[in-house]
């Protein structure tokens, strides 16, 4: 029956893109799916299921992935010029604005049906909070963007205006404040006029509203944590007072719309691993990690066996490269992210894909209290939960996403400071300035993240510099040696606007390339 539902849902998804897409009117019709058929309901599972597809595709994959230094092309397979020069244009990798801009009609589209029809008012507030969660991606990869009229086409606003990146950032606070209120306005109201999303209809909490609260505050920490220290600084010391009472999600949001082995897959192994027949896709045939990361869990910078063990298969000896060095570039051995038992990134074909973790919420808590904000446990408590989150979710199995018997995170955490004495990056009390426990938990933050999470690692990156790179070696730098950058890290620092976007509308900034016009946040704008 589930496989039908899924069927059922793209379905009503393709209709709501081309409806969306120009903001038509749609003419009621018995026999077919209109504008008063697809309600919130229908809409909600798909467009969450495409969100998070296309984070991993188009924001970790296909970019930050590179960038960050988690993955390279092996032997065997030729291209990625862009990817080697970082010599980024209007046609690279544009499917993060344009499928993300997708999304965001479809989500606009649930919140306008919800204020016409109060019975969907839990829905229009999960879309008010998702909404945010995608413009903080445009946000953070391109700078700029239009929000205040940016889903305005059914008003005949065709060529709507940018507004300055640092001012979207405080509207989606404000908006996340709003729908916090919404939710909870309305919560007394389910039953009684007000209808309740359940796990279908609702697939990321299953209508818990008070997830849905704390899971907006979780963004909203991320949000002002980035922003601290901008020109927005005063906005973002009152908004870390006014966070909801509910407090903060501390588990990974894990999102599950009906993933199976037959026709709708977990989007992890649809990328990484294989389509449903089987067809390997290029990164498992192909693609290897970095010799950087890898330093990270073989003892070079840290000595992480356990996890190195849960990312990659046949660790210690898993091969590694860098990014744009082709010459004596060593093969993949095939579904190189793939580990036994289940574990690790993928778990299984039908297995939840994670929206967000709960390692972030706690490295991002830890960063709060190092910066005097204390909302909810000390520096190095948070900071150490951090670890065992990312330790459990590597560890958790199969679609169950079970615990195997006998796997304690917490003890593997503990056994892994102690491996890791007297090195501040794991062992908190030995970081003896703000700025090596600012690094500490940046660079845990970036472990956890590895493939998972590319572009909060790439934005991590930019914002603060960590983890640390220096020098040409493969080992100490995950920069191309090809690097076209004519800034002294030798990276990218944005993306450019799409070609079709700077065609259609007057109003898009003329970005000249991906080293210059830095995001408000970026930490060195050299």
């Given at each position: 029956?589930?496989?039908?539902?899924?069927?059922?849902?793209?379905?009503?998804?393709?209709?709501?893109?081309?409806?969306?897409?120009?903001?038509?009117?749609?003419?009621?019709?018995?026999?077919?799916?209109?504008?008063?058929?697809?309600?919130?309901?229908?809409?909600?599972?798909?467009?969450?299921?495409?969100?998070?597809?296309?984070?991993?595709?188009?924001?970790?994959?296909?970019?930050?992935?590179?960038?960050?230094?988690?993955?390279?092309?092996?032997?065997?397979?030729?291209?990625?010029?862009?990817?080697?020069?970082?010599?980024?244009?209007?046609?690279?990798?544009?499917?993060?604005?344009?499928?993300?801009?997708?999304?965001?009609?479809?989500?606009?589209?649930?919140?306008?049906?919800?204020?016409?029809?109060?019975?969907?008012?839990?829905?229009?507030?999960?879309?008010?909070?998702?909404?945010?969660?995608?413009?903080q991606l445009l946000v953070d990869y391109y700078g700029d963007v239009p929000y205040t009229e940016g889903l305005s086409g059914g008003a005949g606003i065709i060529s709507p205006v940018?507004?300055?990146?640092?001012?979207?950032?405080?509207?989606?606070?404000?908006?996340?404040?709003?729908?916090?209120?919404?939710?909870?306005?309305?919560?007394?109201?389910?039953?009684?006029?007000?209808?309740?999303?359940?796990?279908?209809?609702?697939?990321?909490?299953?209508?818990?509203?008070?997830?849905?609260?704390?899971?907006?505050?979780?963004?909203?920490?991320?949000?002002?944590?980035?922003?601290?220290?901008?020109?927005?600084?005063?906005?973002?010391?009152?908004?870390?007072?006014?966070?909801?009472?509910?407090?903060?999600?501390?588990?990974?949001?894990?999102?599950?719309?009906?993933?199976?082995?037959?026709?709708?897959?977990?989007?992890?192994?649809?990328?990484?691993?294989?389509?449903?027949?089987?067809?390997?896709?290029?990164?498992?045939?192909?693609?290897?990690?970095?010799?950087?990361?890898?330093?990270?869990?073989?003892?070079?910078?840290?000595?992480?066996?356990?996890?190195?063990?849960?990312?990659?298969?046949?660790?210690?000896?898993?091969?590694?490269?860098?990014?744009?060095?082709?010459?004596?570039?060593?093969?993949?051995?095939?579904?190189?992210?793939?580990?036994?038992?289940?574990?690790?990134?993928?778990?299984?074909?039908?297995?939840?894909?994670?929206?967000?973790?709960?390692?972030?919420?706690?490295?991002?808590?830890?960063?709060?209290?190092?910066?005097?904000?204390?909302?909810?446990?000390?520096?190095?408590?948070?900071?150490?939960?951090?670890?065992?989150?990312?330790?459990?979710?590597?560890?958790?199995?199969?679609?169950?996403?079970?615990?195997?018997?006998?796997?304690?995170?917490?003890?593997?955490?503990?056994?892994?400071?102690?491996?890791?004495?007297?090195?501040?990056?794991?062992?908190?009390?030995?970081?003896?300035?703000?700025?090596?426990?600012?690094?500490?938990?940046?660079?845990?933050?970036?472990?956890?993240?590895?493939?998972?999470?590319?572009?909060?690692?790439?934005?991590?990156?930019?914002?603060?510099?960590?983890?640390?790179?220096?020098?040409?070696?493969?080992?100490?730098?995950?920069?191309?040696?090809y690097s076209q950058s004519e800034r002294t890290d030798k990276l990218p620092i944005r993306l450019i606007y799409p070609q079709t976007e700077i065609n259609l509308n007057a109003n898009?900034?003329?970005?000249?390339?991906?080293?210059?016009?830095?995001?408000?946040?970026?930490?060195?704008?050299n």
């Amino acid at each position: 029956m589930k496989k039908y539902l899924i069927k059922i849902k793209f379905l009503v998804l393709a209709l709501v893109l081309v409806f969306n897409s120009c903001d038509l009117d749609i003419n009621d019709n018995p026999n077919s799916a209109t504008g008063s058929v697809i309600t919130p309901d229908l809409i909600l599972p798909v467009v969450v299921a495409t969100t998070i597809y296309d984070q991993i595709a188009y924001y970790g994959y296909s970019t930050s992935a590179y960038i960050v230094g988690y993955q390279t092309p092996g032997d065997g397979i030729s291209g990625f010029g862009d990817v080697y020069t970082y010599n980024f244009t209007a046609s690279f990798a544009t499917g993060a604005w344009i499928y993300t801009f997708g999304e965001l009609r479809d989500y606009n589209t649930i919140i306008k049906k919800s204020e016409a029809d109060p019975s969907y008012a839990i829905f229009g507030a999960i879309a008010h909070v998702l909404k945010v969660y995608d413009y903080q991606l445009l946000v953070d990869y391109y700078g700029d963007v239009p929000y205040t009229e940016g889903l305005s086409g059914g008003a005949g606003i065709i060529s709507p205006v940018y507004d300055k990146a640092e001012d979207v950032y405080k509207y989606l606070v404000t908006e996340l404040n709003t729908a916090i209120t919404q939710f909870k306005d309305n919560a007394g109201k389910i039953g009684a006029g007000v209808i309740a999303p359940n796990s279908i209809s609702d697939p990321v909490f299953a209508g818990n509203i008070t997830k849905w609260i704390q899971f907006a505050n979780n963004i909203k920490l991320r949000l002002l944590t980035r922003a601290r220290g901008t020109a927005i600084n005063d906005f973002v010391t009152e908004e870390f007072q006014k966070f909801s009472a509910e407090g903060f999600l501390k588990d990974d949001v894990l999102v599950n719309p009906g993933y199976n082995a037959s026709n709708s897959q977990n989007p992890y192994w649809t990328i990484y691993h294989s389509a449903v027949s089987g067809t390997i896709t290029q990164p498992a045939n192909y693609f290897i990690p970095t010799i950087y990361v890898l330093t990270f869990y073989d003892g070079t910078k840290l000595d992480d066996s356990v996890r190195g063990e849960l990312v990659y298969k046949d660790f210690p000896d898993t091969p590694g490269w860098q990014l744009g060095n082709e010459l004596g570039r060593p093969r993949s051995p095939r579904y190189i992210w793939e580990v036994p038992d289940s574990k690790g990134i993928f778990k299984s074909r039908a297995a939840a894909a994670p929206l967000a973790f709960a390692s972030e919420v706690y490295f991002l808590l830890a960063e709060a209290a190092l910066n005097g904000n204390v909302l909810d446990g000390d520096v190095k408590t948070n900071f150490e939960k951090g670890i065992v989150a990312s330790f459990d979710f590597l560890s958790r199995a199969g679609a169950s996403y079970t615990l195997p018997a006998g796997v304690n995170p917490e003890s593997d955490v503990q056994d892994y400071i102690a491996n890791n004495a007297g090195n501040y990056l794991a062992d908190f009390d030995a970081a003896t300035t703000d700025e090596q426990k600012l690094e500490a938990i940046i660079t845990q933050k970036y472990i956890a993240f590895n493939i998972l999470y590319s572009h909060e690692a790439w934005n991590e990156f930019r914002r603060t510099g960590y983890p640390k790179i220096s020098g040409t070696a493969p080992s100490t730098t995950f920069v191309s040696p090809y690097s076209q950058s004519e800034r002294t890290d030798k990276l990218p620092i944005r993306l450019i606007y799409p070609q079709t976007e700077i065609n259609l509308n007057a109003n898009t900034p003329r970005i000249v390339n991906a080293y210059s016009s830095p995001v408000f946040w970026v930490k060195d704008k050299n």
